[in-house]
């Protein structure tokens, strides 16, 4: 339950600076748009971005993909190639990735984001592979095919989304496999063959661990915790420090001071009293609540990537001359 309320405290503040930065999102459900072209890829866009944060990918994937079909603009490729992760496409993900990365336009903090991503996504990819057992190996014509893709070599991988498929393997042009397979997220599917077909069952790798998403709160929280507990702990050395100082003087003096001289003094050492009992209440309430914190709130284990879309968007305005549309970033990027 507090992983749960962190995760919905975390979703309201996205909401928020969203909100400051994106215009009013074009319905879900809206299959055309009147507007101008660089009025609706920035509708589309802002929707993208709406149905990211819902976790409706599908939907956030084909918003990103009017947008694209626009300009290929670095923001519009990242958040694109997000959404192809999510939804189980990552060969598609890992070329837009790649199409950002090889951008002069992208900015630095982008393509480092992109870069992490891609990492990510390479992982997601399925592969099904052949080795022959057979015979002169290098004399014969070993191909593979997996649903439209093909691959002929001495021991042909071909790499996928996963998926269902079918599965062919044909040895001199005859056929000696073919079923269907379902491949799962970083699935390698591995079949050993001769010229009369399979000669063993097919071997199946276990998925790749993926890492986890964040489901709390960063550790920086916790750490920010901790370091603003141990600043107030300082101050509150330091003034318990000072007070009992004044106390003393106050003690050594107050027999040879005037009496408003010495009343100076006690009100002084008062005030610094106060000053070191707040300082000590705030100093204990900082502490407990990042214990609280990084005991019931903070996700320690998971995935350090970025798991949200990119939202400051892309503004859009006419081409050149007039003509077209061009694409430039939202201020700070």
Known sequence: MPRLIARHTAAWLSAVLISAAAQPALGQGEPECDLTPRECARRAFDAGVAAFKQDDFATALE?????????QHPIVVFNLALAEAKMK???????????LLSDPAAADELKARAKSELELAQGLVASVSVEFLGSDKTSRSIELRV?????????PTIRVNPGKYRVKVLIDGRQVVSRDVDLGTSER??????????VSTPTRDEPRQLPREREGLSPTWAYL????????????????LDTQNSVQEFDQREASLPESEAQTLLDEGHAKETRTNVLIGATSVVGVTTLVLAAFFV????SKHPTHAFVSGPTLGPGQGGRGVSLGYRGRF
Do not use: C, K, M, N
Not at 147 to 155: H, I
Not at 189 to 198: T, Y
Not at 299 to 302: E, I, K
């Open 89 to 99: 496409l990552p060969l598609d993900a890992i070329r837009h990735f790649e199409q």
């Open 299 to 302: 996700d320690w284990g998971a």
């Open 147 to 155: 649903g439209d893709r093909s691959d002929r070599s001495e021991a």
């Open 63 to 71: 918003q990103f993909r009017r947008a694209y079909d626009v300009q």
């Open 189 to 198: 599917f591995r079949l050993a063959v001769d010229q009369r077909g399979a």
């Open 225 to 240: 915790g901790a370091g603003l507990t141990v600043v107030l702990g300082g101050l509150t050395l330091w003034s318990g």
